[in-house]
């Protein structure tokens, strides 16, 4: 009786793990990104794009306001908020300020293939390294990726961390 005590949190701490969001942009370098070819599947062409996070920052553009409800929407349930928080650590990379650190297109692709981001772009590998934790891929389409930047956008204004 004392053994499942002991593993039902464990179990619970795996699955929210896995079927949370994680990734995003935090604690890594601001450098450049590659442009290595992957032949994962998710991807369309199945290659990122080159300088994925060069160029200027997300928050640098304007915040469609049209978009952060239903971003704020997926962002809560897809999980993401099991995963992250805004001016806090939960279990993977604080989000506040993430619009300041990275390309809107960088965090598209975060959002939409994590699994090739993990294994081809050098921040996402830094920060799978640093978290111990592979952001799940959610099925987003690319409008509601771009929907959830918009949030991700609009909570770093909120907080002072936008333009």
């Not at 890594?28 to 070819?37: F, I, L, N, R």
């Not at 994962?40 to 997300?58: F, I, T, Y």
Request: charged share 15%.
């Amino acid at each position: 009786m004392r053994r499942a005590w002991v593993l039902a949190p464990l179990a619970l701490w795996t699955a929210m793990s896995v079927a949370g969001c994680g990734g995003g942009g935090n604690a890594a370098p601001s450098g450049g990104s590659s442009g290595d070819a992957s032949s994962a599947s998710g991807s369309a062409a199945g290659v990122l794009p080159a300088g994925l996070d060069q160029g200027p920052r997300a928050g640098a553009s304007a915040i469609d306001a049209s978009q952060i409800e239903p971003g704020e929407h997926l962002f809560q349930t897809k999980g993401c908020s099991a995963c992250h928080g805004f001016g806090k650590r939960v279990s993977c990379p604080d989000l506040l300020g993430v619009t300041k650190r990275r390309t809107a297109q960088w965090m598209e692709n975060q959002i939409l293939h994590p699994e090739i981001m993990t294994k081809h772009d050098p921040i996402s590998h830094q920060l799978f390294a640093q978290y111990s934790l592979q952001m799940p891929n959610q099925g987003l389409t690319p409008e509601q990726a771009h929907q959830v930047i918009e949030f991700l956008k609009h909570k770093d204004h909120e907080a002072g961390e936008g333009h």
